[in-house]
């Protein structure tokens, strides 16, 4: 039975690797701790080989930052709208974030409850 990318874990990484989880850690999160080229090369191979996708609801809570980004506009009717939001969404996107988009119709309780639902979870509310 394989795993599939979701339940590829750094510790299965390290073990491609032959290096230690702390080692794949450090080379994944682009931390400035010094690895060897060889190691980082064996790591980002293993990585790519396995499929290896990192878990960002355990990036988040180790590192306290969520990339997504709430977008919250009126309506999606208006294409006036849509525009904004391929822009922003490129930007976005460009800059690692994740942006997230939500429709109030035209509800100030929905776009409310919107901002302080996205506020709880720590994203950037646009």
């Known amino acids: 039975?394989?795993?599939d990318?979701?339940?590829?874990?750094?510790?299965?990484?390290?073990?491609?690797?032959?290096?230690?989880?702390?080692t794949v850690s450090r080379v994944l999160s682009g931390s400035s701790y010094p690895v060897s080229a060889d190691k980082r090369s064996?790591?980002?191979?293993?990585?790519?080989?396995?499929?290896?996708?990192?878990n960002m609801l355990g990036r988040m809570l180790k590192t306290d930052v969520n990339p997504s980004?709430?977008?919250?506009?009126?309506?999606?009717?208006?294409?006036?709208?849509?525009?904004?939001?391929i822009g922003i969404e490129k930007e976005a996107i460009a800059n690692n974030y994740l942006p997230l988009v939500f429709s109030s119709q035209r509800s100030p309780e929905i776009e409310r409850?919107?901002?302080n639902n996205l506020m709880k979870t720590g994203s950037g509310v646009l």
Do not use: W
């Open 113 to 115: 409850n919107l901002i």
């Open 69 to 85: 980004i709430g977008i919250i506009i009126p309506s999606f009717q208006n294409p006036f709208y849509t525009q904004l939001i």
């Open 42 to 54: 064996r790591v980002l191979q293993a990585a790519a080989a396995l499929g290896y996708e990192p």
């Open 5 to 22: 990318s979701h339940n590829i874990t750094i510790s299965d990484v390290a073990k491609a690797a032959n290096t230690s989880i702390s």
């Open 1 to 3: 039975m394989t795993k």
